[in-house]
């Protein structure tokens, strides 16, 4: 396994691309791309889009450049979003799979062995992901994400998304030719690029956490959750279209009719004080079932914090697991 910061060289024909798009993420970027590096799988290339950063990220990437030839950096001119960022990414990648990761989230150094020898093992198989493991902005574990190993099949799209996109490597040419993520999608890109995807293949979960999955406040899930849930609500309406045998070409046009009503929602009051992060931690160990490490989390909320959805949440966990589970349902569909 190469040591950080040894130059190496350059694989003509690389085994792997890893695809990152950055925007202003000079702080967290050195720990996804030092992931990257220790891989053992080293005939890779990782391509970084930078979408137009006015932070210290250009000089992070140039940085690494120098040192290790294996990681290549696209600059958009301006700000163009993660979307066509991953586009243009695609466009430049050299391997036959494309693995993904977000700046924040860091690769386990077997993830790209693992999953690219999955891919050669199974030939039907067009896209291979992972259980992760969620950690916290300082890389404390939070929680072990869950994930239902195995092969999935097009029509489990329909329940929800199972993969986790930095954990995900598909085959490049797979993906071409559906001509990758569709740029009208400015959230939830994944997602819709998976419903058309799988209908040519299976996808397949790797029983093993892989990657390290930043649970981040300041992320898209957090801000633009409800014009996410819109975005997957229209490729899942797509994807039960063409599983029902509609024509593509009316399908496209339900998809365009429902893009066209799209509309960024009026943006809600600040709240007076935001949540404490360890609370986010803490409903995010409960989703996943973790109640040791909900209790542990919600109660260093209230350590420094009084915050009353915080005791709530450390309540909870105590309360009967069908009276948990059941109030845990009504406020997933609460929250949409």
């Known amino acids: 396994m190469p040591e950080p910061?040894?130059?190496?060289?350059?694989?003509?024909?690389?085994?792997?691309?890893?695809l990152v798009a950055v925007w202003n993420g000079a702080a967290a970027l050195p720990r996804t791309l030092d992931s990257v590096g220790r891989q053992t799988l080293g005939d890779l290339e990782c391509l970084v889009v930078d979408d137009g950063s006015t932070d210290e990220t250009p000089s992070v990437l140039a940085a690494i450049a120098r040192r290790d030839p294996r990681f290549r950096v696209i600059r958009n001119p301006r700000n163009v979003g993660l979307t066509r960022s991953l586009a243009r990414g695609l466009d430049e990648a050299r391997a036959p799979v494309v693995a993904r990761l977000d700046c924040g989230d860091a690769a386990h150094p077997g993830?790209?062995?693992r999953q690219v020898a999955l891919l050669a093992h199974r030939p039907d198989v067009v896209l291979v992901s992972s259980r992760v493991r969620i950690v916290d902005g300082a890389g404390e574990p939070v929680c072990a994400g869950l994930a239902e190993p195995g092969d999935v099949r097009?029509?489990?799209?329909?329940?929800?998304?199972?993969f986790v996109h930095s954990a995900v490597a598909f085959r490049t040419d797979a993906v071409r030719?559906?001509?990758?993520?569709?740029p009208r999608f400015r959230y939830a890109q994944d997602y819709e690029l998976w419903t058309r995807l799988l209908l040519r293949g299976p996808g397949h979960v790797l029983d093993e956490a892989l990657v390290d999955w930043t649970l981040d406040p300041g992320g898209l899930?957090?801000?633009?959750?409800?014009?996410?849930?819109?975005?997957?609500?229209?490729?899942?309406?797509?994807?039960?279209?063409r599983l029902g045998g509609m024509p593509e070409d009316r399908?496209?046009?339900q998809v365009a009719d429902a893009l066209a009503s799209v509309s960024a929602p009026?943006?809600?009051?600040?709240?007076?004080?935001p949540a404490p992060y360890d609370f986010l931690c803490a409903k995010a160990a409960l989703a996943n079932g973790d109640l040791p490490a909900?209790?542990?989390?919600a109660l260093r909320s209230l350590t420094h914090h009084r915050h009353a959805p915080s005791a709530a949440l450390w309540a909870l966990t105590f309360a009967p697991t069908r009276l948990r589970e059941g109030i845990t349902s009504l406020a997933t569909r609460a929250r949409g």
């Open 5 to 18: 910061g040894t130059a190496l060289p350059s694989p003509a024909a690389p085994r792997a691309t890893v």
């Open 111 to 113: 993830r790209l062995e």
């Open 154 to 162: 097009a029509a489990r799209l329909l329940a929800g998304n199972p």
């Open 177 to 182: 030719a559906l001509s990758g993520y569709d």
């Open 221 to 241: 899930t957090v801000k633009k959750r409800a014009l996410q849930k819109r975005y997957r609500e229209i490729a899942r309406d797509a994807l039960r279209a």
């Open 251 to 253: 399908v496209e046009a």
């Open 266 to 273: 009026p943006s809600p009051p600040p709240p007076a004080r």
């Open 294 to 297: 909900c209790r542990a989390r």
